[in-house]
């Protein structure tokens, strides 16, 4: 299933309005959070090379889908009192269930831009890829790096 092309500047502006709305009744700590993750979507949309900006905005938006759900299940009961109360819980709820798919759009951009997800086997570990890289005690060095090169008549001198 091919994504459809969605521009990053559509993204943010659907759920700049939609926080704006919820920031009706829903301040503090909600607001801090969304704002802060449409500050990194501006971000990515400057620097279109950038794969950290995409990457952090992807991140933000992962963790404001479970801040929101917190957030909103504490103070439902207390600010759907009025109408202006059940319109701004029903645009953070909405803002909420529109979050995963603009996940999704935002990890197309990411690959796009050359990312990948951190998340392999290796990531906590050491890699099991061998490479040119030695370490000091590694069992594949020789004991006298200088034994082969004496043998062979090769190598310096020792004055003593």
């Given amino acids: 299933m091919e994504l459809p092309a969605v521009n990053l500047k559509v993204i943010l502006l659907v759920h700049w309005l939609l926080t704006t709305w919820g920031c009706l009744v829903f301040s503090g700590s909600y607001a801090w959070s969304n704002f802060t993750i449409l500050a990194l979507g501006l971000w990515a949309v400057a ?5 950290d900006a ?3 905005f992807l991140g933000g938006l992962v963790v404001t889908i479970f801040l929101d759900i917190i957030y909103i299940s504490i103070f439902y009961s207390s600010v759907t009192i009025g109408d202006t109360g059940r319109f701004s ?3 953070a709820i909405l803002s909420l269930l529109l979050k995963p798919f603009s996940c999704c759009l935002v990890y197309h ?3 796009e831009r050359g990312g990948e997800l951190p998340l392999r086997p290796d990531f906590f570990g050491p890699s099991q890829e061998p490479s040119a890289y030695q370490t000091i005690d590694s069992p594949d060095s020789p004991a006298d790096p200088l ?3 004496e043998n062979k008549g090769l190598a310096a001198p020792r004055g003593y």
């Fill in 54 to 56: 995409i990457g952090m």
């Fill in 47 to 51: 620097q279109r090379d950038s794969v």
């Fill in 109 to 111: 951009m990411h690959r």
């Fill in 89 to 91: 819980a029903g645009m």
């Fill in 147 to 149: 034994a082969n090169l």
